[in-house]
Nanobody, 120 residues
Framework: QVHLVESGGGSVQAGGSLRLTCAAS????????VGWYRQPPGKQRELVTTIGSGGSTNYADSVKGRFTISRDNAKNTVYLQMNSLKPEDTAVYYC??????????????WGQGTQVTVSS
């Protein structure tokens, strides 16, 4: 199984930047697709971005042009670079590793989350 730990969250002013790290152990993360999700206060968890095992990426419209997902397979980590942060980005951010069988999502593994707070 995959054990994930997120780090890098904190409090910043609008327009600032943060880099989140998802560190994995227990498996080779490069074999997995990885997604970043976030859960704003009082709302459901939502998908932010994904990166495939082959390096392809997808972004929610709300973060396109501001966030960048990347992976360092040698370090068994995935990053989320967040620039031009807005108060609407305030949420607990989670990383998730999962396998795909065609378009069907297989077993997945979640980290504990890291808090991001953006003030105006």
């Amino acid at each position: 199984q995959v054990h994930l730990v997120e780090s890098g969250g904190g409090s910043v002013q609008a327009g600032g930047s943060l880099r989140l790290t998802c560190a994995a152990s227990g498996s080779i993360l490069s074999l997995y697709n990885v997604g970043w999700y976030r859960q704003p206060p009082g709302k459901q968890r939502e998908l932010v971005t994904t990166i495939g095992s082959g390096g392809s990426t997808n972004y929610a419209d709300s973060v396109k042009g501001r966030f960048t997902i990347s992976r360092d397979n040698a370090k068994n980590t995935v990053y989320l670079q967040m620039n031009s942060l807005k108060p609407e980005d305030t949420a607990v951010y989670y990383c998730n590793a999962f396998l795909l069988n065609g378009n069907l999502r297989g077993p997945s593994y979640w980290g504990q989350g890291t808090q991001v707070t953006v003030s105006s």
